[in-house]
Each structure stands twice: as structure tokens, then as C-alpha cells.
Antibody, heavy 121, light 113 residues
């Protein structure tokens, strides 16, 4: 079935940078598109960014475009989200999720438990 | 952006009774690639990550009990639990994937009456 384990969250000052990671196991990582979602305290789930299985196609929410970069290392079964110019409104639990196909279908059949990013102003 | 609105926010149901959760999209989510509605349902239990229940509005994910079913078309969709079990207590979310940005409903908290 597989497992996703996020890490790298923490406290960072507004304007700072942080990189969160997600290590995948139990499935062929390169055969699946991956996505980052987030949920701010007391708010709903928000799509942040997606990437195809090869890494050749990436997608971003308008709220993070130009500040966040999604990438993957298929040799290490790891997904990354590089977050720059962080703002208080980026404070959230960040979830790594797996798409059932190589291209981004858009629904998610495996979720990680999340890593908390807190941006202090 | 497509707005997904769930109702009700909270739903008390007796064990063994039917539970029905509604989800309305602000525009059609019919996917041109296969003429199916791009809608998924997830179950989230306390302390656990969400679990996929239904995709393409009515296709049950492998391993999901058949008491869970999805239906609907156009802009109105429904998740039905035919006979509520104690382990079904959770928050349920709908999500469209018709186009980016993907968006989720606000969630419906299902509880035992």
C-alpha cells in the first residue's frame, strides 16, 4: 500500500526559507505524480503544488507561485517543497500525497501524516 | 476557482441508519477526457491522515466497504453510508479535480446520535 513520511517542518521567520521533504516507501515512486497540500489552523485543505512522476511537469497554486518550488529525486524516493519568502499565511500542516497515476490525475490514494510549518511575523 | 460546498456541517446518525452527505460544486466538474465527474470523497479519522473512499464520483477505492457509495452529476453529489457503523465516525471531505486549482469542501463531521 505504501507510506509517506514528511519532515523538515519548523518555525521560521517571515521572509525566510524552509525545505520540507517526503520519503516514500512501498510503491514505485517514479510511477506516480505527487502533490503537496496544506491545512492552516482552523482552515480547510488547500492544494499547493503538484509534480508528474518524471518531474517534468509542475503545477502551483497562485498563492505560492514564484515563491515555492516542487521537485523530486526519484533515485531516493523523495519529494521536496522548497519554500522561499515565507509569509504568516503559509503557516500550516503540509501533507505529501500520492496520485494513482504518473500524470497528475488530481485525486489522492495515499496521504502522509504531515509536517507543521509555522511562520512568525 | 471552483468552490465546493458540503452540507450539513455536522450530521448525527444512529448506528445502523443511513447517512447522507451532500457536496455541491460551483460549476460543472465533468472531465472532458472521459466524460466522468472529477469528484473524490475522503474520510478522516482523528489522529489519522485522510483516506480515499470514492473517485470519479462513484468508483469505490479498493478495500472500502460497500456500505459506502457515491453518486451525483452536474454540480450535485452525494456520499451515502447505507448502515452506519461505529468506526465510520469521522470527518468527510469532497474534492474536485476537474482543473487546477483542486479544491476541497469544508468537511462534514459524522457522529453517532
Amino acid at each position: 500500500e505504501g507510506q509517506l513520511l514528511e519532515s523538515g517542518g519548523g518555525l521560521v521567520q517571515s521572509g525566510g526559507s524552509l525545505r520540507v521533504s517526503c520519503v516514500a516507501s512501498g510503491f514505485t515512486f517514479s510511477s506516480h505524480a505527487m502533490t503537496w497540500l496544506r491545512q492552516a489552523p482552523g482552515k480547510g485543505l488547500e492544494w499547493v503544488s503538484g509534480i508528474s512522476g518524471s518531474g517534468g511537469s509542475t503545477y502551483y497554486a497562485d498563492s505560492v507561485k514564484g515563491r515555492f518550488t516542487i521537485f523530486r529525486d526519484n533515485s531516493k524516493n523523495t519529494l521536496f517543497l522548497q519554500m522561499n519568502s515565507l509569509r504568516a499565511e503559509d503557516t500550516a500542516e503540509y501533507y505529501c500525497v500520492k496520485d494513482p497515476t504518473t500524470v497528475t490525475t488530481g485525486y489522492f490514494d495515499l496521504w502522509g501524516r504531515g509536517t507543521l510549518v509555522t511562520v512568525s511575523s | 476557482d471552483i468552490v465546493m460546498t458540503q452540507s450539513p456541517d455536522s450530521l448525527p446518525v444512529s448506528l445502523g441508519e443511513r447517512a447522507t452527505i451532500n457536496c455541491k460544486s460551483s460549476q460543472t466538474i465533468l472531465h472532458s477526457s472521459n466524460n466522468k465527474n472529477a469528484l473524490a470523497w475522503y474520510q478522516r479519522k482523528p489522529g489519522q491522515p485522510p483516506k480515499l473512499l470514492i473517485y470519479w464520483a462513484s468508483t469505490r477505492e479498493s478495500g472500502v466497504p460497500d456500505r459506502f457509495s457515491g453518486s451525483g452529476s452536474g454540480t450535485d453529489f452525494t456520499l451515502t453510508i447505507s448502515s452506519l457503523q461505529a468506526e465510520d465516525v469521522a470527518v468527510y471531505y469532497c474534492q474536485h479535480y476537474h482543473s487546477n486549482p483542486i479544491t476541497f469542501g469544508q468537511g462534514t463531521r459524522l457522529e453517532i446520535k
